[in-house]
């Protein structure tokens, strides 16, 4: 089972600095390894399409409500969505506080 997980951590989550940047690298490595890390990567700010009664209409961020916007992904190959769970908790015991999501890809 695939699972799309996205973060976005809270104001109070530890800042970049090398020691975050090995411990995260390490745990890359550790699910890269696993064979259960099929993608990640940084998200800039988002460009929203919309498309409504036959009108089309693109707007670019940064948005005002930016720190709902979504950081970072990982891509997942998983057994149950527990696993998943389970794998944003580590992420999060390493950065600090914040929200992801985990969606399962169809």
């Keep these: 089972m695939r ?3 996205t973060s976005l951590p809270s104001d109070t989550a530890r800042k970049p600095d090398e020691k975050l940047h090995a ?3 390490a745990f890359v ?3 890269t390894a696993a064979g259960v890390l099929l993608a990640t990567g940084g998200l800039d700010s988002p460009t ?3 498309s409504r009664d036959g009108e ?3 707007t670019d961020g940064p948005f005002a ?3 709902e916007v979504a950081v970072s992904f990982a891509l997942v190959d998983v057994r149950s969505k527990e696993e998943a ?3 944003s908790r580590r992420f999060f015991q390493i950065i600090g506080d914040g929200t992801g999501y ?3 890809v169809l």
């Design 3 to 5: 699972y799309l997980m």
């Design 23 to 25: 411990e995260v690298g």
């Design 29 to 31: 490595e550790e699910l």
């Design 48 to 50: 929203v399409t919309t």
């Design 56 to 58: 089309f209409t693109v």
């Design 65 to 67: 409500e930016a720190k």
């Design 85 to 87: 769970i389970e794998i």
């Design 102 to 104: 985990i969606q399962q």
